[in-house]
């Protein structure tokens, strides 16, 4: 049978375990359910570009989690696979990354929102939506141990990117030697559902700390969730952002300032090319003359946990049509910071370069510097903050490295961090397996991260 969101249930339909009765996980049985066999719904079209799923054969529900070994917590792996797989089931790709080959339904964290939303509220959490933009809300849930205690706050991200090109169905969870497979599988569901498994945690056992989960919008865009959030003013002593690292804790992480070029020339028939200006042989030029200029210092501005930063030309497009000389050319760069870096001034350096190679081309050729559409800012946490003893301290109780690292991508941490919460990265998956066509994670990372989490959390209050 088909549920509201077109997926395939499995039977029996809803996981028990520890007494909860936790939600469905969305494998497909072909054939006759009694025989026991579940595999990929291989023989439906994918809804997406007309691919078939890659098949992977993978044992029944039952037969799947009872060979995932529980802990001695009240975390357990069927806890996870159970959780993460109705997560996945959720579409919640970001509307910036808007197709016009998929269902509308498929964009926005709404729905995602309202089902965390419920789901904390019923685990005993104090729980708001607070609007960032229209029907993108934020989830707020809360657990207060000790007044005149510490504050913690976890974050994790509501949002996907795209699924274009995905050789599993996004959203139609398959659960094959341990892993869960569907888009946010590893960025950033799996992180989502150990903070809520941890939140339960705490909830049935409290300690002495107040902990505010914020589930936020945007992160894969704007950022728009965590600045909306941050702009409460509301207190913390320390943070976690929940992003794919394998367990490791991460006190670094680079900045990101992008923004888009325009060049201007001139049309003309291409038989005929002195009588137009070519604005993407002048586009072009600009992105080497750029490279040549600042590709030597940047290599030269090295980090000791995050390596170098970095320039590229991401995109260029233009031109009007083949036998015409292109009158526009369009380019968009990507600039990586470095801790002590604004994007502002990386991007104010740039812009300077820029107006002295355009005053050096025909009058009637136009050369426009757009502000940044993203400004990410870098991150570095003092290795003797009080939220990463408690890390490394559980870390080391695991037998896992409490070794501080730095990562090239960005996250919601940066800007927590810059409004003065000392936050680390920190989380199940690895971000090798986030947006890529197969997208999947452990399902024990995903338990251990949640029992991790909650005794980071009781050690952070102490």
């Not at 809803?14 to 990929?40: C, K, N, Q, S, W």
């Not at 104010?348 to 050369?367: P, S």
Request: with cysteine; glycine share 10%.
């Amino acid at each position: 049978m088909f549920d509201e969101f077109g997926l395939v249930r499995a039977t029996p339909a809803r996981v028990m375990r520890g007494g909860f009765a936790e939600a469905t996980l969305y494998l497909v049985v072909i054939g006759d359910p009694a025989a026991g066999v579940a595999v990929p719904r291989n023989d439906a079209v994918s809804p997406r570009q007309g691919e078939r799923p890659r098949p992977r054969t993978c044992g029944t529900k039952e037969e799947e989690l009872a060979e995932m070994p529980d802990s001695d917590g009240v975390v357990s792996s069927s806890d996870a696979a159970s959780l993460l797989a109705s997560l996945i089931a959720i579409p919640s790709v970001n509307p910036a990354f808007r197709t016009s080959d998929a269902p509308a339904t498929w964009f926005g964290e709404a729905a995602m929102a309202a089902y965390v939303a419920a789901w904390l509220r019923e685990k005993g959490a104090e729980v708001e939506l607070d609007e960032v933009l229209p029907g993108r809300p934020n989830v707020i849930a809360r657990l207060k141990g000790d007044q005149a205690g510490r504050t913690l706050i976890w974050e994790g991200h509501l949002d996907t990117v795209q699924t274009s090109g995905m050789t599993v169905d996004p959203f139609r969870p398959e659960l094959h030697d341990g892993r869960l497979y569907g888009r946010g599988a590893a960025d950033d569901k799996g992180c989502l559902a150990a903070f809520m498994l941890a939140l339960r945690d705490l909830a049935q056992r409290p300690a002495p700390i107040n902990v505010t989960f914020v589930a936020a919008v945007d992160e894969e865009f704007q950022f728009r969730g965590i600045l909306h959030h941050l702009e409460r003013g509301e207190r913390a002593d320390g943070g976690i952002a929940g992003e794919p690292t394998r367990l490791h804790i991460v006190s670094a992480c680079k900045g990101c300032v992008r923004w888009e070029i325009e060049v201007r020339g001139r049309a003309a028939h291409s038989s005929q090319p002195e009588r137009g200006i070519d604005a993407i042989a002048i586009g072009t030029d600009l992105a080497v003359h750029l490279r040549r200029v600042f590709g030597p210092d940047l290599v030269a501005r090295v980090h000791p946990l995050l390596g170098r930063a970095s320039l590229i030309c991401s995109m260029i497009e233009g031109g009007e049509g083949f036998n015409t000389v292109p009158a526009s050319c369009r380019l968009k760069f990507d600039r990586r910071t470095l801790p002590g870096e604004s994007g502002e001034d990386a991007w104010r350096e740039i812009a300077k370069e820029v107006r002295r190679f355009a005053a050096d081309l025909d009058r009637e050729a136009t050369v426009v510097m757009h502000p940044p559409f993203i400004d990410s800012i870098s991150m570095e946490v003092a290795p003797d903050a009080t939220i990463i003893a408690a890390a490394q301290e559980i870390c080391r109780a695991e037998g896992l490295t409490d070794a501080l690292l730095g990562v090239p991508f960005g996250s919601d941490a940066s800007k927590m961090t810059r409004a003065g919460i000392p936050t680390i990265i920190f989380g199940p998956g690895d971000i090798a397996d986030a947006h890529t066509a197969d997208e999947s994670i452990s399902v024990a990372e995903v338990a251990r991260a949640a029992r991790m989490l909650a005794e980071m959390a009781r050690r952070f209050g102490e």
